[in-house]
């Protein structure tokens, strides 16, 4: 098991968050510190791991969230700000998810629901972050293409492959600062404030290995 659980602070970009066994904890605090660029690919790796072990309950996860967003977007009114405040939350079920596999715990549905228990501010810090990388994607889109993408009749698809190739590098490159946010809100119970500036002080100590991580991830998107 102490193999598994330096495995996991290394998944979580250098945060030193550890997993706690024998504890309802399910991340310890740590102090963040730097990873080697080569640790993109364990991150992959072990994403692939955890996929393997669960793929039907995975997919099942996967569609829940996209389906959050599908759904709520397609209300009229609210339904797009419903949707970007929901669906990273939502989304983070995929986190805590993982996060109890690697405890050994099973994979469950109800994982999806399960951010929705954490205290105002972690949930404030996610929903934040989300929103601060919808606002460097609507501007971008506003600005290249006078494409509002707040509005509920917005078609990203519609636009041009290279203004869809810019939102994809601006949203990229806005979500690496913010990347820790979740996992500091989530699993260190630290408040508004401490989520953001963990994720900050990772993603400083770690601006090599996260820029890797984004290219590939963005090239993935592509492909």
Not at 8 to 14: A, K, P, Q, R
Not at 162 to 186: D, E, I, N, R
Not at 197 to 223: D, H, Q, Y
Request: a negative charge; proline letters at 4%.
């Amino acid at each position: 098991m102490k193999e598994e659980h330096e495995l996991t602070s290394d998944v979580c970009g250098g945060m030193g968050y550890r997993m706690m066994p024998d504890s309802d904890t399910w991340f310890g605090r740590g102090n963040a510190r730097a990873v080697a660029s080569t640790q993109v690919f364990r991150w992959f790796e072990e994403a692939m791991r955890l996929f393997k072990r669960a793929p039907v309950i995975w997919c099942a996860l996967g569609l829940i969230t996209l389906a959050s967003d599908f759904v709520l977007s397609a209300l009229p009114g609210v339904g797009v700000a419903a949707a970007k405040v929901i669906s990273p939350v939502v989304e983070c079920g995929l986190l805590i998810g993982a996060a109890a596999m690697d405890r050994n715990q099973p994979l469950r549905v109800r994982h999806a629901f399960a951010a929705f228990g954490a205290p105002p501010g972690a949930l404030a810090a996610i929903v934040v972050s989300s929103l601060l990388v919808l606002a460097a994607e609507s501007a971008t889109a506003y600005a290249l293409a006078d494409v509002n993408l707040l509005s509920s009749t917005a078609d990203a698809e519609s636009l041009s492959s290279s203004v869809q190739l810019a939102l994809l590098t601006v949203g990229t490159a806005t979500t690496l600062p913010v990347a820790f946010v979740p996992f500091a809100a989530l699993f260190e119970g630290g408040g508004f404030l401490r989520a953001f500036s963990r994720s900050v002080e990772g993603f400083l100590l770690n601006i090599g290995p996260l820029l890797l991580f984004g290219t590939c991830a963005l090239v993935l998107v592509l492909l």
